[in-house]
């Protein structure tokens, strides 16, 4: 098998694990409601814990485990162990007593955002960097499009089998089984260990250029991104979480209100897939802004305008605009390296987008949830949208002022 076959199997059975692991955990606020309705009286801040927990494992486990197991376990093995811990996930969903079974189920997709997601992508594909040569951010571009695509797709999946299998349980066997055959098949696509240090070619064996963990571990520019990414994606799963919900409160039909995080979704694939083919023309700082700007828009715009302006075209104007925010996955991916070099970044990367990007997603439900309150009221949600603004302004000057700190700089 050439190298140019195994690239490409490579990046192919990433982006069918991705779109299944993302999908999979991306309905929990679509189900918000049913989890209301099954156990009256239990507060939403308290079922909303399930996504706290959940993205506080992911953020555990990618910061301190992915990138140990990685050096021993290969991302093929993992996302093999994905399709087990997926079928845990749904099964306890489905079989689900009471509220701490959701709460302790988000526990088991943790572990799936952590390995089955951003860190395990990557490290999927980064074998391959030498063979896809300029069109590594391409190729990154894509894997992080099927992400989106996933969570795009299953959006819409409790709209069409809830219907007809007759309640919200039996959809957690449908979202079980294809995270079961995406994983299994990512499995047997992609190459083995041993092709893909192969694949690698003559320069296998040699030292990647760049910095040790221990002079990254010492550089400002670390720290600085890691707070950047938890601000970013408390700005972005800010929204994302509780947008379904304001929507409803303000007026709009279950059925419009739920499909609008799949319309983000998709609208969304536009832009990362956007932001891997602009990553060379606008640099990491144009990259930034490209992410930013449009989601602190679309934010801002929900906050002040929609709740007088109710209307589905409305809402999808400023989901359209918010969407951008996908895009904070392109900018790790290539600020990683150019801060940092390649030699550590498997592990800078599972810190990155694993760990700081998911505890970011753990504290964006309690951190928006705080300004929001009860959610009673249209206005209360704007009140958590403006909060997520300020933080992704912060998140935004933070990652501006690593890349003015680049320790690669520094050592040449």
């Known amino acids: 098998m050439n190298n140019r076959s195994s690239a490409i199997r490579a990046a192919v059975g990433a982006c069918i694990a991705l779109f299944a692991n993302m999908g999979m955990n991306s309905v929990f606020g679509l189900f918000l ?13 308290k079922i909303a814990l399930a996504a706290t927990l959940g993205c506080a494992m992911a953020f555990v486990c990618a910061t301190f485990l992915v990138g140990p197991v990685l050096k021993k376990v290969s991302p093929k093995a993992l996302f093999l162990c994905c399709a087990v811990i997926g079928v845990i996930y749904c099964g306890m969903n489905y079989l689900a007593a009471n509220e701490w079974w959701i709460i302790a189920a988000g526990l088991f997709g943790g572990i799936v955002l952590a390995f089955g997601i951003h860190a395990v992508g990557v490290a999927a594909i980064s074998p391959y960097f030498g063979v896809y040569g300029k069109k590594t951010p ?18 819409f999946i ?26 299994l098949a990512a499995f047997f696509i992609i190459p083995k260990a041993e092709k893909q240090a192969a694949a690698a070619g003559a320069d296998a064996g040699a030292e990647a250029p760049g910095l040790t963990m221990k002079q990254i571990l010492r550089s400002p520019s670390f720290y600085l991104v890691f707070i950047g990414v938890i601000c970013l994606t408390i700005m972005y799963q800010g929204l994302t979480i509780y947008m379904p919900t304001f929507l409803k409160v303000c007026g ?19 832009f990362i897939l956007a932001g891997g083919f602009l990553t060379n023309k606008l640099g990491t700082k144009g990259l930034l ?33 918010a969407v951008s925010g996908g895009v904070v996955a392109n900018e790790i991916a290539a600020l990683t390296p ?15 987008t694993g760990g700081a990007t998911w505890g970011g997603a753990a504290l964006a439900s309690q951190v928006v949830g705080a300004f929001i309150g009860q959610g009673t009221a249209p206005a209360d949600y704007s009140k958590g949208f403006i ?24 050592k040449q």
Request: charged share 5%; with cysteine; hydrophobic share 60%.
């Open 158 to 183: 409790p709209g069409i089998f809830k219907p007809i299998l007759g309640g919200w349980r039996p959809v957690f066997i449908v979202i079980g089984a294809i995270v079961v055959v995406c994983n």
């Open 252 to 270: 709009l039909a279950e059925a419009s209100a739920n499909s609008m995080q799949g319309i983000m979704q998709l609208v969304g694939i536009v």
């Open 289 to 321: 802004l490209f992410a930013v700007l449009p989601l602190a828009a679309g934010l801002l715009l929900y906050a002040f305008v929609f709740p007088n302006v109710a209307t589905v075209w409305f809402a999808i104007i400023c989901s359209v605009l």
């Open 138 to 155: 391409t190729v990154i571009g894509v894997l992080f499009a099927c992400v989106a695509l996933g969570a795009a797709a299953f959006s």
């Open 387 to 410: 909060a997520a603004a300020i933080v992704g302004g912060i998140g935004t000057a933070a990652m501006f002022l690593a890349i003015a700190l680049n320790p690669s700089k520094k």
């Open 338 to 352: 150019e801060l940092f070099g390649l030699k550590s970044m498997n592990q800078v990367n599972s810190i990155y």
């Open 33 to 45: 409601l049913d989890y209301l309705t099954e156990w009256p009286g239990v507060p939403a801040q």
